[in-house]
C-alpha cells in the first residue's frame, strides 16, 4: 500500500497529516482524492483542531478495512505451503485478538464527555464516516432507549419548553401510549 | 510527637467551610452543564437518523414529548413502519384464544394509534405482521393510508394460529381492496390474503401495475390467476410464490413479461411448471418432484433445485439426465442432495454434461451415506466447474459410511475454489474433503468454515446460531491431516 500523506486543514488553521489509505475511510476525503483535484491541503471548515485529531483516530484504526473482516476472498494466493502449518490456528486466534482488541479499543475510544460526542457526529456526517457516524448515534440511542421522558431528558439536559397546558397534554399522551403498549 | 502541636489540623469550623466551597464548586458546575443542551442543537439530519434507524418505534414516539424541538421530528424522520406483534409485544404470555384476542385489540390500538399521529407523513415502507383474528376491518385503511403516504414496499405478513386453506370466497381471510385504484407501490408481500371473492378477471390486479416485486404466500391462486396477474404487471421482475395451496398448473408466459427472477417455493398441489420467459435469469424451486419445461428460457443462468421427494431419485434424475439439456447455458446452479443410492444408476459416460457450469453449490439436508456420490457423480457431469460450495449437516446419525465403497478417483481439473460450510469434523466429512484434495488437480484454495448457513433464496445466506462443534485441538489435527493430502499452492483455511 502506497502511504501518501494527505494534510487536512481544520476551521481554525491547523493543519493536521494524516495517511491517504487511513482518509479513505471517509467518502468525503475519498471522492476528494479519488476526483484529483487534490491541491495540497483539504480545507475542512466545518471540523475544529479539537475533533479533527480524535477523528483522524479513527480513520488510522479504520481506513483500509472495508467493513469484511474475515473470509478470505476468493482471489487464492499461490502461497508455499511451507509457511502453511499452524496458519488457520493463529489466523483463528488473531482473528479472535483483532476483535477483542477492537472492542476495548472503542470502549476507550468513546470514553469522552457528551460535548465531544456531538462534535464527532458532526464531523462524522460531514465528512461521511459511516461506522463513526454509527459509533457516536449508537451511544446516544442508548441514552434514549427504553428510559421515560424525564429520564431522557436529564440524561441530555433538555428543557422541556412546553407550556404547563401542553405539558399536561403529553403526560396524557404519555400515559395513554404506556398503557396502549402495555401487555400483560 | 513533638511536631504534634506545631502541626495545624484545620478546625472542624473550617473543614466545614471548604466543604461547603467545594459543593458551591460543584453545584456551579452542574448548573453550568445543565444550561447546554447539545443534543437538541444537531441538525434535524442527525436527530433523525437516531430516531428513525437506531431506536424502536415506541422509543421514538416517547421522543416526542420532551420538548418543541422533539415534538415533530420522529414524524418527519420515520420512513419505515414496522409494526411487528412478537417484536412489539414479545409472544412470551400468548397461550390461550383469549391471549391472542387481547394482543390482537392491543395491536390494532397501536397501529391506529401511530397513523393519527403521522397524518400527512411520508412513508417509503411499510408493514403489517400480526395475527389477526378475523378482524380485518382496520387492514384496508391501513393499506390506503401507506398508499396515501407514498409507500414503494408494502408487506402484509398476516398469520393464523391454525390454518385452514384458504379457497376461492373464503371470507375468513383478508381481501386485498379492490378499490385501491392507481397506486405506486414498487414492492408488495402478501400472505394469508385472498386477491378476490368477486371472482374474475380480478379488479385488484389493477393496482399492482407499477409493481417491480411480488411475494405471494398461502394466497389463493388458480392457474389463470397467474396469467393474469402477469399481464397486469408490466414492470415485474421479481416473482415468489410460496405455498399457494391450489395452484397445480402454473404457467409462466406473457406477450412482454420482464421477469427476472423466479421463485415457486413449496406448493403442494402443484404438478407442472411451464416457463416461457425470455427475460428470465434465475429460478428456484422448492417442493416436490414435478414436470418441467422450459421454452425460449435462453437467459436463464442460475437455477436453484430443492427437490422434496418420499420416493427415490426424482430429483437426482432430473438434475442429471433433463436439466443439463434443457438450460445447457447454466451457469450457477444450487442443489439440495437427493438420494442417490447406487452410482450405477447414473454411469457418467450416459450422463449429459454442463458446459457452462462455472459455480455448484450443494446442500445436504441431513448426513447422508452416499452425499460423497452426489458429489462426485456431479462433478462428473460439470467438467468446466471452478467454483464449489458444499453445504454440509450438523446433525449426527449413526449411518454406515463404510458399508460404501469410495468413490474411484477422477480428475477435476478446473476445479479451484471450494468451500465448505457446516463442517463438524465428521469422518464422512473428512472422506469429502480429502476426495476433493485428491482430485482437483487445479485447486487454488479450500476453505472450511464449521458454521451452518441456510438459504434465504436469491443468492441470500443465513448462518445458523449453532455452535461451532470443533474444538481447536481436533481443528488443528484435521488439519495437519488434510495438509497431507493436499497439493502444494492449495490455501488451506480452517476457520
Redesign the interface.
Known amino acids: 500500500m502506497s502511504s501518501t500523506k494527505i494534510f487536512l486543514k481544520s476551521s481554525d488553521d491547523k493543519t493536521f497529516e494524516i495517511d491517504e489509505t487511513a482518509a479513505r475511510a471517509s467518502e468525503t476525503l475519498k471522492n476528494i482524492i479519488d476526483g484529483g483535484c487534490l491541491d495540497g491541503v483539504i480545507p475542512l471548515p466545518n471540523v475544529s483542531s479539537n475533533i479533527l485529531p480524535k477523528v483522524i483516530e479513527y480513520c488510522k484504526k479504520h481506513g483500509g478495512d472495508n467493513g469484511s473482516s474475515?473470509?478470505?476472498a476468493?482471489g487464492?494466493?499461490?502461497?508455499?505451503?511451507e509457511i502453511?502449518?499452524?496458519?488457520?490456528?493463529e489466523?483463528?486466534k488473531r482473528e479472535k485478538v483483532r476483535v477483542d482488541e477492537l472492542k476495548k479499543w472503542e470502549e476507550e475510544y468513546m470514553d469522552f464527555d457528551?460535548?465531544v460526542?456531538?462534535d464527532l457526529?458532526?464531523a462524522a456526517?460531514y465528512l461521511h464516516i459511516k461506522g463513526l457516524?454509527d459509533l457516536t448515534?449508537?451511544k446516544?440511542?442508548s441514552m434514549?432507549?427504553?428510559r421515560?421522558?424525564d429520564q431522557?431528558?436529564e440524561n441530555?439536559?433538555?428543557?422541556?419548553?412546553?407550556t404547563p397546558e401542553e405539558e399536561e397534554e403529553?403526560?396524557l399522551?404519555?400515559d395513554?401510549?404506556d398503557d396502549?403498549?402495555a401487555?400483560? | 510527637m513533638g511536631n504534634y502541636f506545631c502541626s495545624r489540623k484545620p478546625s472542624v469550623s473550617e473543614d466545614s467551610i471548604f466543604k461547603e466551597i467545594d459543593q458551591i464548586e460543584e453545584e456551579d458546575q452542574i448548573e453550568e452543564e445543565e444550561e447546554e443542551d447539545h443534543i437538541s442543537n444537531l441538525p434535524d439530519e442527525i436527530l433523525g437518523y437516531i430516531i428513525s434507524s437506531f431506536l424502536t418505534l415506541r422509543d421514538a414516539v416517547r421522543t416526542s414529548t420532551l420538548s418543541r424541538r422533539w415534538k415533530y421530528l420522529w414524524k418527519t424522520s420515520i420512513s419505515n413502519l414496522d409494526f411487528d406483534a412478537e417484536t412489539m409485544f414479545g409472544s412470551q404470555n400468548i397461550r390461550t384464544h383469549q391471549d391472542r384476542l387481547k394482543r390482537t385489540s392491543k395491536f390494532i390500538g397501536v397501529v391506529d394509534q401511530t397513523l393519527g399521529l403521522l397524518q400527512d407523513s411520508k412513508l417509503v415502507r411499510f408493514r403489517i405482521c400480526s395475527q389477526m383474528e378475523y378482524r380485518h376491518e382496520p387492514l384496508s385503511r391501513w393499506i390506503k393510508f401507506a398508499i396515501m403516504a407514498g409507500a414503494k414496499e408494502l408487506h402484509l405478513d398476516l398469520y393464523q394460529q391454525t390454518r385452514p386453506p384458504p379457497y376461492r370466497g373464503d371470507y375468513k381471510n383478508f381481501c386485498w381492496p379492490p378499490d385501491l385504484g392507481k397506486v405506486s407501490l414498487n414492492h408488495l408481500h402478501l400472505s394469508c390474503c385472498t386477491l378476490s371473492i368477486f371472482g374474475r378477471p380480478f379488479p385488484v390486479f389493477k393496482s399492482f401495475d407499477s409493481l417491480t416485486s411480488l411475494s405471494l404466500k398461502y394466497v389463493f391462486l388458480c392457474e389463470r390467476d397467474v396469467e393474469d396477474l402477469l399481464c397486469h404487471c408490466p414492470l415485474l421482475e421479481w416473482l415468489n410464490l410460496a405455498r399457494c395451496n391450489h395452484l397445480s398448473k402454473l404457467r409462466i408466459s406473457g406477450p412482454s413479461l420482464r421477469l427476472k427472477y423466479l421463485r415457486v417455493n413449496d406448493l403442494p398441489h402443484l404438478v407442472e411448471i411451464k416457463i416461457c420467459a425470455a427475460s428470465l435469469v434465475t429460478f428456484e424451486f422448492s417442493g416436490q418432484m414435478v414436470s418441467f419445461c422450459f421454452e425460449n428460457t435462453t437467459l436463464l443462468v442460475n437455477v436453484m433445485l430443492h427437490i422434496v421427494s418420499v420416493h427415490t431419485y426424482d430429483g437426482a434424475t432430473f438434475a442429471l439426465r433433463e436439466l443439463a439439456g434443457y438450460l445447457p447455458q447454466l451457469e450457477t446452479l444450487v442443489i439440495y442432495s437427493t438420494r442417490l443410492y447406487f452410482e450405477s444408476l447414473f454411469p457418467s459416460a450416459s450422463l449429459p454434461t454442463y458446459t457452462n457450469l462455472t459455480q455448484l453449490v450443494m446442500v445436504a439436508r441431513a448426513p447422508e451415506e452416499d452425499f460423497l456420490y452426489w458429489i462426485v457423480t456431479l462433478l462428473k457431469a460439470s467438467p468446466y466447474l471452478k467454483t464449489l460450495q458444499l453445504h454440509l449437516s450438523h446433525l449426527k446419525v449413526e449411518i454406515e459410511t463404510r458399508k460404501f465403497m469410495r468413490p474411484s478417483n477422477f480428475p477435476h481439473s478446473y476445479l479451484k475454489f471450494v468451500e465448505v460450510n457446516g463442517f463438524a469434523g465428521y469422518p464422512e466429512q473428512i472422506d469429502i474433503i480429502t476426495y476433493i484434495l485428491k482430485n482437483a488437480i487445479s485447486l487454488k484454495s479450500l476453505l472450511i468454515d464449521p458454521c451452518q448457513r441456510y438459504y434465504l433464496g436469491d443468492g441470500k445466506w443465513k448462518n445458523h446460531d449453532h455452535q461451532c462443534l470443533l474444538s481447536t485441538r481436533e481443528r488443528s489435527r484435521i488439519y495437519k491431516l488434510l495438509l497431507e493430502e493436499s497439493q502444494p499452492g492449495v490455501r488451506l483455511t480452517i476457520l
Open positions: 474475515k473470509k478470505i476468493n487464492g494466493v499461490d502461497k508455499d505451503k502453511l502449518p499452524d496458519y488457520d490456528e489466523e483463528d457528551q460535548q460526542l456531538y457526529m458532526l456526517n457516524l448515534v449508537e446516544a440511542a434514549i432507549r427504553g421515560t421522558p431522557i431528558r441530555f439536559n433538555i428543557n422541556s419548553d412546553f403529553m403526560i399522551i404519555e395513554e401510549w396502549e403498549w401487555f400483560d
